[in-house]
């Protein structure tokens, strides 16, 4: 079966400037999450939708938004870029009704804020 | 809040030597456990997981881990790495609280040499 597939997966933006990266999960799937990663950072969690609701959230500003539609397909959007936002997108998705289950990642989105 | 600690930063080996990568995490309630692989250019992958049960738990390619709840420990074993092994090792935690946020470590970088 199809992955987690993220589009697009390179992206150029100037500081400014706005951004919507999409994330379709595995059939099925109803949970989406969104991570950023930089070498800095490591791995730190955006937020999470489950049946089109934002179910959690990470410590990150409001310029960082996402929804989720009713096909589980999520887009996460970035207003006023800065160049700190450069970073590797990562969705993952997983069945998400329990704990229990495993997250599967795309291959990412990498944004460069120049 | 939860965190999750792997002192190994780098790690270089020979081919055929074991592996053993540390994993400590802060939180006192159940947890669900994982270890990811990043090969270079690739997505996260999971090499295995911990929900409930036998502590020792083996995942794909030889990889095992062993958890350890009262030193909240969760390590990565192999007993024989290969040069195919070189990769990015990151162990994450979720807990009962946060069902659907994965926390992460800061990642392992194994080079494994011929």
């Known amino acids: 079966k199809a992955g987690v597939t993220q589009t697009p997966r390179y992206l150029i933006k100037t500081r400014g400037q706005q951004v919507t990266l999409s994330c379709s999960p595995i059939s099925g799937h109803r949970s989406v999450s969104w991570y950023q990663q930089t070498p800095g950072q490591g791995l730190q969690f955006l937020f999470e939708?489950?049946?089109?609701?934002?179910?959690n959230k990470g410590n990150f500003p409001g310029r960082f938004s996402g929804r989720q539609f009713s096909n589980s397909r999520s887009e996460m959007n970035v207003s006023t870029l800065e160049l700190g936002d450069s970073a590797l997108y990562l969705c993952a998705s997983s069945l998400g009704a329990q704990m229990n289950t495993e997250a599967f990642f795309g291959q990412g989105t990498r944004l460069t804020v120049v | 809040a939860q965190s999750v600690s792997q002192h190994n930063h780098h790690v270089i080996l020979s081919e055929a030597a074991s592996l053993e990568l540390g994993c400590n995490y802060s939180?006192?309630?159940?947890?669900?456990l994982f270890w990811y692989v990043q090969y270079p250019g690739q997505h996260l992958q999971l090499l295995l997981k911990?929900?409930?049960?036998?502590?020792l738990v083996k995942g794909i390619k030889g990889f095992e881990a062993e958890f350890i709840k009262s030193k909240f420990s969760f390590n990565l074993r192999k007993p024989s790495v290969q040069w195919s092994d070189t990769a990015e090792y990151f162990c994450a935690v979720i807990n009962t609280g946060t069902a659907s946020k994965l926390t992460f470590g800061t990642g392992t970088r194994l080079q494994v040499t011929l």
């Open positions: 939180y006192g309630g159940t947890v669900n």
């Open positions: 939708y489950f049946s089109e609701t934002q179910r």
């Open positions: 911990y929900f409930s049960g036998d502590p």
